[in-house]
């Protein structure tokens, strides 16, 4: 079993920064792909970042150039440093570990975490 704990969001105003964390355990293969994903009040969830276990990235257009994600493997923790907020970020932001394991697709979330940009 494997789970993630997200921590590090909160309020913040428009134009400013937060860094969410991503812990893993448990039982994880070192070949998996981590990312954060976001849902807002009556949208779909969507992927904001993604990062490979050979640091490949993958972003949103709506994110790029203001959100980094990044991963420390020793810790098996996955970063998203969000910068030039916008009230449109506002959502609860997902973490999310998907892998392959005796040829099967395993995928966990962690809890959310909620993230508001408000003046």
């Known amino acids: 079993q494997v789970q993630l704990v997200e921590s590090g969001g909160g309020l913040a105003q428009p134009g400013g920064s937060l860094r969410l964390s991503c812990a893993a355990s448990?039982?994880?293969?070192?070949?998996?792909?981590m990312g954060w994903y976001r849902q807002a009040p009556g949208k779909q969830r969507e992927l904001v970042a993604a990062?490979?276990?050979?640091?490949?990235?993958n972003y949103s257009t709506s994110v790029k150039g203001r959100f980094t994600i990044s991963r420390d493997k020793s810790k098996n923790t996955v970063y998203l440093q969000m910068n030039s907020l916008k009230p449109d970020d506002t959502a609860v932001y997902y973490c999310?570990?998907?892998?392959?394991?005796?040829?099967?697709?395993?995928?966990?979330w962690g809890q959310g975490i909620q993230v508001t940009v408000s003046s």
């Open positions: 999310n570990t998907a892998f392959i394991r005796l040829f099967r697709r395993e995928e966990y």
């Open positions: 448990g039982s994880i293969s070192s070949t998996n792909t």
């Open positions: 990062i490979t276990s050979n640091n490949s990235t």
